[in-house]
């Protein structure tokens, strides 16, 4: 089982729809989870961060976390044709510690 | 400031020669990771570093891959020999350190990515 889960896709959605895209993690004592968004040939960027059980909102970006189930998800409303990319779950296992560990990306297509 | 820099940013080399990257940090940011990114294994954290010091090396491959950080504003990424496998992108990244406590969080910042194509 691999550490940090995601689906590969492709997720489609059209143009104004809400994009969920979801994560899954192995390790309990994972403490911080953050979502990197990568444009085809770029560098990963840093869109969301949680730590605390519940939602955390950024304008049209919400992350979700349930510790119990080891389950993170982000959900992207208005989804515009710019947010296709792939996005990367990661995960910091202790707070003392700086080591992220990435899934393998879910890629989004965001059609007009 | 520049963001981080990394140089070549396409590297196309046969096999057995030695590969060498290269990695600025963000002026002020006292960890330094390097990244290898393929389609079959996503994201891998390699090693890094803080304070120029290489703290975790676990996911270097084996004893062809090797990394150093003589200074605060520059490190290596050396690959000898170099095989087909080793093809894919390698980034570097850069962060402040945190305190630690519940909620903290560092952001890494990373650099443009140097390709490497190994024929």
Redesign the interface.
């Known amino acids: 089982q691999k550490e940090v889960e995601q689906n590969s896709g492709p997720l489609s959605v059209p143009e104004g729809a809400i994009a969920s895209l979801n994560c899954t993690y192995s390790d309990r004592g994972s403490?911080?989870f953050?979502w990197y968004r990568q444009y085809s040939g770029?560098?990963?960027?840093?869109i969301m961060?949680i730590?605390?059980n519940g939602d955390k909102e950024d304008g049209r970006f919400t992350a979700q976390l349930n510790k119990a189930s080891q389950y993170v998800s982000l959900l992207i409303r208005d989804s515009q044709p710019s947010d296709s990319a792939t996005y990367?779950c990661a995960v910091?296992r202790n707070?003392?510690f700086?080591?992220?560990?990435?899934?393998?990306?879910t890629r989004l297509l965001v059609s007009p | 400031d520049a963001g981080v820099i990394q140089s070549p940013r396409h590297e196309v080399t046969e096999m057995g020669q030695e590969v060498t990257l290269r990695c600025k940090p963000i002026s002020g940011h006292d960890y330094l990771f390097w990244y290898r990114q393929t389609m079959m294994r996503g994201l891998e954290l390699l090693i890094y570093f803080n304070n120029n010091v290489p703290i975790d090396d676990s996911g270097m491959p084996e004893d062809r891959f090797s990394a150093k950080m003589p200074n605060a504003s520059f490190s290596t990424l050396k690959i000898q020999p170099s095989e087909p496998r080793d093809s894919a992108v390698y980034f570097c990244a850069s962060s402040f350190g945190t305190s630690g406590g519940e909620g903290s969080y560092n952001e890494q910042f990373f650099g443009p990515g140097t390709r490497l194509t190994v024929l």
């Open positions: 403490q911080s953050f770029k560098s990963p960027e840093l961060f730590y605390s990367l910091k707070t003392g700086q080591k992220l560990v990435f899934g393998t990306g």
